[in-house]
Structures are given as structure tokens and as C-alpha cells.
């Protein structure tokens, strides 16, 4: 059942874009704000104890309500799961975002192109686009390595592991994880301990999924070279500094990149620029395909449900 929710939720994501505007994750941080604001006049309820309110208290939801479904009809329930993984891949596909980028540029129009690539890597920083095109060309790349894992595997690989629950985790702790880092500087001291804590949730979940996606990375483009490059990560670097990017990601941005062999080609012109991305978007696109091929193969083996 796992597989076929899974095809259903990619189905709907590429042939319903108007489901974009129902997928707003913007609640989130407001109610991560209202239980800090709650909470503030008590410490021993801040960091760890906090987050575990934020994040329980919509799992129980989310949990109470699969349950009470399957109890009264298992195809409803069914349909509830596939709601919920629908829910966590958006609110937008950064990589359909990245094609419609793409149309845009090459079409001369400019002002929407710059619109688009400023939502896309918004996900990863939020600093002024550069000027030049080497840049941005680097910038919206990793973007699109990383969400691929953050926005799609990642979540995949927890709704096989625990359900609807596992996907609004997993997305949950993303989002989290990405107003922690928007916040940076700007964070008060108090919030220390919490953010230390978002850190390591996201650490913990995302530890075997970005493994995996490395590997469909390395596996769908050149392997040679992913895997001289995994030899060179240095795996073990504290993952908990706030200044640094999640190790998670520089295991993505490594691998992905020496898939695409990328530093075989440090001089691309601005003719090929656009052609790195699609190259890009080729091998996100096949780690996909790889996943759910794998798991076809473990449900037609009744080793996955």
C-alpha cells in the first residue's frame, strides 16, 4: 500500500499544480512562535521539552486520526495517508520550479526568471541573489540536490518507515530546521537550547535517507567519481555548529556534484549553464525512479507493504 500512496502522491503533485496553494506550510512557524511566546516564562520547559510539544502535538493528530479511519473503513484511511504524503511534498517542486526557471529564461523573460530562482534557492539561503551567472547557476544546483532529498526521498523514505506519521515528521522537522537557520543571528539567547535540539532531530532523521539518496546519486551518475569523492568527505565533522551547513547536505552537494563530474568543468560559459542544470534535474530525476523501483521490487518480495 505503501508503493501505490506513494505513485498516487506523485501523480497528484505533477498533474494538480493548484494544489500548491493548499499546501501552505507558513502555519508552522507561527505556531512554533505561539508556543515559544507560551512558554517563555518557564525555562525548564525550553530547548528539548519544547520541541517535543511542537512536534507531538500535530503527530498526535495526525496519528489519532489514521487510526479512527482504519478502524472505521481501511480504504479511508488509505486515502488519509495519501493526503498527508501529498501535504509533506509541498507546498511547491523545486524542480518543476527549476524547469518553468529554465522556460523563462530562454524565453527572455527576465523579471519572472528572477522571480522563480529567488523562490527556489530561498529554501537554502536566504541572501540576495549574486550577480553573476556562474553564481547563480551553483546556488539553484545545490538547491536542487538538496531538496530532492529534504523535500522528496527523505520524506519517502519515513512514510515507507512509519506511515503518514513518518512524512509529516520528517517535513515538520525540515521546516524547523529552515526557520532556525533564517533566523541565525537574529535569534535570541534563549532560544539556544532549542535550536541545538532542531539541529540534532534534523541530524538523527535525515542520517540514513541522505546516505541513500548520496548513493542513487552515485549510482545514477558516475559512480567512479561519487565514490572517490564519498572516500573524501569527512563524514565525522561536528554536525551541531550553527554556522556550518548540516553534514547532510555537504554529503549531498559532494556527492551529487562529482556524479555530474562537475569539477571536471570549471570553465562553463554562460551557453552551458542551463545545461548543467538539466543535468541536474536528470539525475534527481532518476534517483526517483531508482526508489521507487527498489521498492516495487521489496513489495513484489514482501519485504515492504
Same mark, same amino acid.
Given at each position: 500500500?505503501?508503493? !501505490?500512496?506513494?505513485? *498516487?502522491?506523485?501523480?497528484?503533485?505533477?498533474?494538480?499544480?493548484?494544489? +500548491?496553494?493548499? $499546501?501552505?506550510?507558513?502555519?508552522?512557524?507561527?505556531? +512554533?512562535?505561539?508556543?515559544?511566546?507560551?512558554?517563555?516564562?518557564?525555562?525548564?520547559?525550553?530547548?528539548?521539552?519544547?520541541?517535543?510539544?511542537? *512536534?507531538?502535538?500535530?503527530?498526535?493528530?495526525?496519528?489519532?486520526?489514521?487510526?479512527?479511519?482504519?478502524?472505521?473503513?481501511?480504504?479511508?484511511?488509505?486515502?488519509?495517508?495519501?493526503?498527508?504524503?501529498?501535504?509533506?511534498?509541498?507546498?511547491?517542486?523545486?524542480?518543476?520550479?527549476?524547469?518553468?526557471?529554465?522556460?523563462?529564461?530562454?524565453? &527572455?523573460?527576465?523579471?519572472?526568471?528572477?522571480?522563480?530562482?529567488?523562490?527556489?534557492?530561498?529554501?537554502?539561503?536566504?541572501?540576495?541573489?549574486?550577480?553573476?551567472?556562474?553564481?547563480?547557476?551553483?546556488?539553484?544546483?545545490?538547491?536542487?540536490?538538496?531538496?530532492?532529498?529534504?523535500?522528496? !526521498?527523505?520524506?519517502?523514505?519515513?512514510?515507507?518507515?512509519?506511515?503518514?506519521? &513518518?512524512?509529516?515528521?520528517?517535513?515538520?522537522?525540515?521546516?524547523?530546521?529552515?526557520?532556525?537557520? $533564517?533566523?541565525?543571528?537574529?535569534?535570541?539567547? &534563549?532560544?539556544?537550547?532549542? $535550536?541545538?535540539?532542531?539541529?540534532?532531530?534534523?541530524?538523527?532523521?535525515?542520517?540514513?535517507?541522505?546516505? !541513500?539518496?548520496?548513493?542513487?546519486?552515485?549510482?545514477?551518475?558516475?559512480?567512479?567519481?561519487?565514490? +572517490?569523492?564519498?572516500?573524501?568527505?569527512?563524514?565525522?565533522?561536528?554536525?551541531?555548529?550553527?554556522?556550518?551547513?548540516?553534514?547532510?547536505?555537504?554529503?549531498?552537494?559532494?556527492? &551529487?556534484?562529482?556524479?555530474?563530474?562537475?569539477?571536471?568543468?570549471?570553465?562553463?560559459?554562460?551557453?552551458?549553464?542551463?545545461?548543467?542544470?538539466?543535468?541536474?534535474?536528470?539525475?534527481?530525476? $532518476?534517483?526517483?525512479?531508482?526508489?521507487?523501483?527498489?521498492?516495487?521490487?521489496?513489495?513484489?518480495?514482501?519485504?515492504?507493504?
Amino acid at each position: 500500500m505503501s508503493l !501505490l500512496a506513494i505513485l *498516487i502522491s506523485l501523480l497528484l503533485e505533477k498533474l494538480l499544480p493548484p494544489l +500548491h496553494g493548499l $499546501r501552505s506550510l507558513a502555519w508552522v512557524e507561527s505556531y +512554533h512562535q505561539w508556543v515559544h511566546t507560551r512558554l517563555a516564562g518557564h525555562k525548564k520547559w525550553q530547548g528539548i521539552p519544547s520541541l517535543l510539544i511542537i *512536534i507531538l502535538l500535530p503527530l498526535a493528530g495526525v496519528a489519532a486520526t489514521q487510526y479512527l479511519l482504519n478502524e472505521l473503513l481501511g480504504i479511508l484511511g488509505f486515502i488519509f495517508s495519501i493526503i498527508v504524503l501529498t501535504y509533506s511534498l509541498g507546498p511547491k517542486d523545486k524542480r518543476q520550479l527549476a524547469y518553468e526557471y529554465l522556460n523563462a529564461e530562454e524565453s &527572455g523573460d527576465n523579471d519572472n526568471a528572477e522571480s522563480m530562482l529567488q523562490d527556489i534557492v530561498s529554501c537554502t539561503t536566504s541572501s540576495p541573489l549574486p550577480e553573476d551567472k556562474t553564481s547563480r547557476t551553483r546556488a539553484l544546483i545545490e538547491c536542487i540536490l538538496i531538496q530532492t532529498h529534504e523535500q522528496l !526521498l527523505a520524506i519517502l523514505f519515513w512514510f515507507v518507515i512509519l506511515g503518514p506519521m &513518518g512524512a509529516a515528521l520528517y517535513r515538520l522537522t525540515v521546516e524547523l530546521h529552515q526557520a532556525e537557520q $533564517r533566523a541565525g543571528e537574529t535569534a535570541k539567547a &534563549g532560544d539556544a537550547g532549542f $535550536r541545538a535540539a532542531v539541529i540534532r532531530l534534523h541530524y538523527l532523521l535525515a542520517w540514513i535517507p541522505s546516505r !541513500l539518496t548520496a548513493l542513487s546519486y552515485a549510482v545514477m551518475g558516475s559512480f567512479v567519481h561519487a565514490l +572517490h569523492a564519498w572516500q573524501n568527505t569527512p563524514l565525522e565533522e561536528a554536525d551541531t555548529n550553527d554556522d556550518t551547513t548540516p553534514q547532510s547536505h555537504r554529503l549531498l552537494l559532494r556527492i &551529487g556534484q562529482a556524479s555530474l563530474q562537475f569539477g571536471n568543468h570549471p570553465s562553463r560559459d554562460d551557453s552551458q549553464h542551463n545545461d548543467a542544470i538539466r543535468e541536474t534535474l536528470g539525475l534527481c530525476g $532518476r534517483s526517483l525512479v531508482a526508489w521507487v523501483t527498489v521498492l516495487a521490487l521489496m513489495t513484489l518480495a514482501g519485504w515492504a507493504s
